[in-house]
């Protein structure tokens, strides 16, 4: 399904802008300005609420989902038995946790463990969502729900002594968890435990995938899609006028809803623009990186952050300065640079017919 390369890649376009600095040179470009309105939708929300940013990670987890369905179906097809299918998943899984891990886990000061990136969050809900998979669709909703449910439970009625405050920032259960798990807190409020309400949206994503393999007409998907993409956002919203507010650093069950229902609703425009109107030219642009995420994702991540960017950096602010160009251009050239390079380099990974997977 081209609509579904292209939604991931459009997602890794995205991390890629983030990764080389675009948005802080675009904000602090149009800083005071109208603009700037725009552009802070680049950036995490503090706490209580939801920018654009905040859906990425929800985007990328649905994505999985649905691959999985598609993955999940050629297997079957191929007359593969469930417990071989099985151990793919759970080696796939195992790799994930080991990128994710690998990733956070070398520092300037020291080795590190953490579980706060989103390949070990990833790593479980994919296992959840193969376990489920051969379920009914209602079976698997009303399960996704169930771990929203166990959410809403866990952070407000385990009390435990100085993180009883569930929707406080380095208050709440989730710090509390990590503090077992890695005996430390996140400063940024991210907790390792957003794995269990998120696995919804791999969930989502692999109900969604079931319900475009399946024999109903493009119009009946497509209403589908749409339905219980404004259900979604409409509970979403709702809570965080009432009970539970959108936190996207813990994931609350407010945020999975609301941030859910805009990965249904842009897979279901996707699905309909791309599949069924069959609007196919000049796609290629994001395809490309979307077939080779994990590889693009954990070159930014691990290799570029700590050292392709600033290599590259000092060679094209190095030649600017000789002509005198202004900090902020130079900026956005060499933004530019380096995305033409990592894009590049998924090009040439395409050509050669090299696609990283696990």
């Avoid at 997602?11 to 802080?24: A, C, D, P, R, T």
């Avoid at 435990?193 to 079931?210: D, E, F, R, S, V």
């Amino acid at each position: 399904m081209l609509s579904l390369d292209f939604m991931r890649g459009l997602i890794m376009i995205f991390l890629m802008g983030e990764s080389i600095g675009l948005y802080e040179h675009l904000f602090e470009a149009t800083e005071g300005t109208a603009l700037s309105h725009v552009f802070i939708q680049f950036f995490h929300h503090p706490w209580n609420g939801l920018r654009f940013w905040d859906l990425i990670q929800p985007g990328f987890m649905f994505m999985a989902g649905t691959a999985l369905a598609y993955s999940l179906h050629r297997q079957q097809q191929q007359g593969m038995a469930w417990s071989e299918s099985f151990k793919k998943t759970l080696k796939r899984s195992a790799w994930l946790f080991f990128w994710g891990v690998l990733d956070y886990a070398v520092r300037k000061e020291g080795l590190a463990f953490e579980l706060w990136d989103v390949l070990t969050q990833l790593s479980f809900t994919t296992l959840v969502a193969f376990l489920i998979f051969r379920w009914s669709m209602s079976a698997q909703l009303v399960f996704s729900f169930g771990l929203l449910l166990l959410t809403e439970i866990l952070y407000r009625y385990t009390n435990v002594p100085n993180f009883d405050q569930p929707f406080t920032d380095q208050h709440n259960f989730g710090n509390y968890v990590d503090l077992l798990l890695m005996n430390k807190i996140n400063d940024g409020g991210w907790v390792a435990i957003n794995c269990l309400p998120t696995a919804a949206h791999t969930i989502w994503g692999a109900i969604a995938g079931k319900l475009l393999l399946s024999d109903k007409s493009e119009e009946q998907k497509l209403k589908w899609l749409v339905t219980a993409g404004v259900v979604a956002l409409v509970l979403g919203f709702a809570m965080d006028f009432t009970i539970t507010p959108i936190i996207k650093r813990i994931a609350t069950s407010s945020f999975v809803l609301a941030s859910g229902g805009w990965c249904l609703l842009a897979l279901a425009l996707f699905y309909w623009w791309i599949d069924i109107k069959g609007h196919r030219n000049h796609l290629q642009f994001f395809t490309i990186v979307g077939m080779n995420s994990l590889f693009i994702y954990l070159f930014m991540e691990i290799v570029a952050s700590r050292w392709f960017n600033g290599y590259i950096s000092a060679i094209t602010n190095g030649l600017m300065s000789f002509v005198n160009t202004p900090v902020l251009l130079m900026g956005f050239i060499t933004s530019l640079v380096l995305f033409a390079l990592e894009w590049g380099m998924c090009y040439w990974l395409f050509k050669k017919k090299i696609f990283f997977k696990v």
